[in-house]
């Protein structure tokens, strides 16, 4: 655990988390060189990671997502609870990829690669601490990829679990219909469309109308 200290109050105050001390102090030396930056200190585990946000409060971290072994995505989690004002950037093994995805649900504000070249480093951590989202240019086809195979996935699932009534009636909720309407549309009671309904929210494990909206437009069932 290394504290450093600041050049001034409006410096953007940065902390490095990483398990190999020259990887950390060769990205710190670099970016405390550069002007409107601070490296206010570096972690090498999860809990002087912890320690040194409630004590030096950085304004962005530089997460490695294999921290120690730590469960990477665990620790986002717990961060983006406990310091919601921290701005996250994932740095990212490159044989990894598959992570981006994950990391960007679970709360960070960009990713790049643990190789990238440190200006491209710098872009980063400028980015997000003005308030926008990173990812380096590299990872965008992989995540469109990862994207569409989640899409696929959900309407796998969708119709090896629904029977081809449910899907119909699935695809009818998620299009704005009352029971009476799907009904009218498809002949059949209003009761029997309740019944579909809930099975429809048993086997998915949805809870109202809104989440079956949302899953029908995530899995590729409707296209609003």
């Known amino acids: 655990m290394i504290k450093r200290g600041t050049k001034s109050g409006s410096a953007t105050r940065v902390l490095i988390a990483d398990d190999y001390p020259f990887f950390r102090r060769g990205l710190a030396t670099f970016i405390e060189e550069q002007p409107g ?27 490695d997502l294999e921290l120690n072994g730590t469960d990477g995505l665990a620790l986002i989690r717990g961060l983006r609870e406990r310091f919601p004002h921290i701005r996250l950037i994932a740095l ?17 504000d960009g990713c790049i ?19 926008e989202h990173w990812l380096q ?21 969708a119709q090896a679990m629904l029977s081809d009534r449910e899907t119909e009636v699935l695809k ?15 002949y059949i009671s209003q009761r029997t469309v309740k ?19 949302r899953y029908a437009i995530r899995s590729g069932l409707v296209n609003l």
């Open 92 to 108: 990212i093994t490159p044989d990894d990829e598959d992570a981006v995805a994950p990391c960007i649900e679970n709360g960070v």
């Open 172 to 186: 009818l909720l998620a299009e704005g219909l009352h029971n009476a309407e799907i009904a009218e549309r498809l």
């Open 37 to 63: 930056l601070s490296v206010v200190g570096e972690a090498g585990t999860e809990e002087e990671l912890r320690r040194l946000c409630e004590e030096l409060r950085p304004e962005v971290i530089l997460l």
């Open 113 to 131: 690669m643990k190789n990238a070249d440190p200006p491209l480093i710098l872009s980063a951590v400028r980015a997000v601490s003005a308030g």
């Open 195 to 213: 019944v579909h309904v809930t099975n429809i929210f048993g086997k998915l494990g949805l809870h109202d109308r809104v989440q079956a909206t």
């Open 137 to 157: 240019r590299e990872m965008t086809g992989h995540l469109f990829r990862e994207l569409r195979r989640a899409r696929q996935s959900e309407r796998d699932r």
